[in-house]
């Protein structure tokens, strides 16, 4: 038998949403597999892509592009899915003997027995093999750019064990794609993307206390750290000053790029739905803290899509188009 065969029977994970497809769809044989690169939930894919596709089309306005390199939204969406899912893989072999602790991650495959540690090795090397793909297909000052965030992403399961602010560190991980998509296309590293990434850093750290409120009880008898427990009852003010500082500084990282009245307006309704998140937010109802949580991604495509609409509007005036 191989630590790919027989290892615990198949059961969903407590947070997957109800009929996801790995759930309904999926092999019974790569479920666990699934589950374990959280392709069951896919709003952590889409929270590390949206930086990359907003700095991509930051760049193609400022540098006069009609639209954001579609080969690059592509890479970077591949790239997205395979680099979250072997996060989640390494953060769930270092973590298999807390999360049979906690009520809300007990059931994940490696601490249930659903996959064992030599097959959960091998699966995040796969992944590791598609994002090095993906990342080799870059420009080569990208490669270097993505090659520098490793000790970033390898080092965040760990934080939890030795500060309460581990949300600091996944910000810096989450937001590494605010740098790719500029590289991509200017081979450097200019004060937009500065801007965007700090700002980027901010929103992460914002969502993932949320987040982290669903755990707060058992991460305390655990004893790991996290935000939701750092400030308790004030978390609403942490929210909203971590909230108003990503909106900020997207703000002048669109002003630094030139960017027009489309951005503007997407940023508005981005910042709209942070708001709405900081008004709603109650620490002791779970279900509210994951559905303000998974509400980013909304927020995040309304910037992309005004960042996008402003590249083609921009290049068609300065074309005299309109």
């Given at each position: 038998?191989?630590?790919?065969?027989?290892?615990?029977?198949?059961?969903?994970?407590?947070?997957?949403?109800?009929?996801?497809?790995?759930?309904?769809?999926?092999?019974?044989?790569?479920?666990?597999?699934?589950?374990?690169?959280?392709?069951?939930?896919?709003?952590?894919?889409?929270?590390?892509?949206?930086?990359?596709?907003?700095?991509?089309?930051?760049?193609?306005?400022?540098?006069?592009?009609?639209?954001?390199?579609?080969?690059?939204?592509?890479l970077?969406?591949?790239?997205?899915?395979?680099?979250?899912?072997?996060?989640?893989?390494?953060?769930?072999?270092?973590?298999?003997?807390i999360?049979?602790?906690?009520?809300?991650?007990?059931?994940?495959?490696?601490?249930?027995?659903?996959?064992?540690?030599?097959?959960?090795?091998?699966?995040?090397?796969?992944?590791?093999?598609?994002?090095?793909?993906?990342?080799l297909?870059?420009?080569?000052?990208?490669?270097?750019?993505?090659?520098?965030?490793?000790?970033?992403?390898?080092?965040?399961?760990?934080?939890?064990?030795?500060?309460?602010?581990?949300?600091?560190?996944?910000?810096?991980?989450?937001?590494?794609?605010?740098?790719?998509?500029?590289?991509?296309?200017?081979?450097?590293?200019?004060?937009?993307?500065?801007?965007?990434?700090?700002?980027?850093?901010?929103?992460?750290?914002?969502?993932?206390?949320?987040y982290?409120?669903?755990?707060?009880?058992?991460?305390?008898?655990?004893?790991?750290?996290?935000?939701?427990?750092?400030?308790?009852?004030?978390?609403?003010?942490?929210?909203?000053?971590?909230?108003?500082?990503?909106?900020?500084?997207f703000?002048?990282?669109?002003?630094?790029?030139?960017?027009?009245?489309?951005?503007?307006?997407?940023?508005?309704?981005?910042?709209?739905?942070?708001?709405?998140?900081?008004?709603?937010?109650?620490?002791?109802?779970?279900?509210?803290?994951?559905?303000?949580?998974?509400?980013?991604?909304?927020?995040?495509?309304?910037?992309?899509?005004g960042?996008?609409?402003?590249?083609?509007?921009?290049?068609?005036?300065?074309?005299?188009?309109?």
């Amino acid at each position: 038998m191989t630590a790919w065969e027989g290892e615990g029977a198949s059961a969903p994970v407590a947070d997957a949403g109800k009929g996801n497809w790995v759930d309904t769809y999926a092999p019974a044989a790569l479920r666990p597999y699934l589950r374990l690169a959280r392709a069951d939930r896919p709003i952590g894919s889409w929270l590390l892509l949206l930086p990359c596709w907003w700095s991509t089309a930051l760049a193609a306005i400022a540098a006069g592009h009609a639209y954001p390199n579609p080969l690059y939204l592509l890479l970077f969406a591949v790239g997205a899915i395979a680099m979250r899912g072997a996060g989640c893989t390494w953060n769930d072999i270092l973590d298999r003997d807390i999360d049979r602790k906690v009520e809300r991650t007990r059931n994940r495959p490696l601490a249930s027995g659903q996959v064992g540690l030599v097959g959960a090795s091998v699966f995040l090397a796969l992944q590791l093999a598609v994002g090095l793909a993906v990342l080799l297909c870059l420009p080569r000052f990208a490669i270097v750019t993505g090659v520098a965030s490793i000790g970033v992403v390898a080092i965040y399961p760990l934080m939890k064990r030795i500060t309460s602010l581990p949300q600091v560190i996944l910000g810096i991980a989450f937001s590494w794609g605010a740098l790719m998509g500029w590289a991509c296309v200017f081979r450097s590293i200019d004060d937009p993307a500065l801007l965007l990434f700090a700002g980027s850093v901010c929103w992460v750290f914002g969502y993932d206390t949320i987040y982290a409120h669903q755990d707060r009880e058992d991460d305390a008898m655990v004893g790991i750290g996290s935000t939701a427990l750092l400030f308790g009852d004030k978390s609403r003010l942490a929210l909203a000053v971590s909230y108003l500082a990503c909106f900020s500084l997207f703000a002048a990282a669109l002003v630094s790029a030139g960017a027009g009245l489309f951005s503007a307006l997407g940023l508005m309704g981005f910042g709209l739905g942070l708001y709405r998140q900081v008004v709603r937010l109650d620490i002791n109802d779970g279900a509210r803290c994951l559905a303000l949580f998974k509400s980013n991604r909304d927020a995040g495509l309304i910037l992309f899509a005004g960042l996008v609409i402003d590249a083609g509007v921009l290049h068609a005036v300065a074309a005299g188009l309109l």
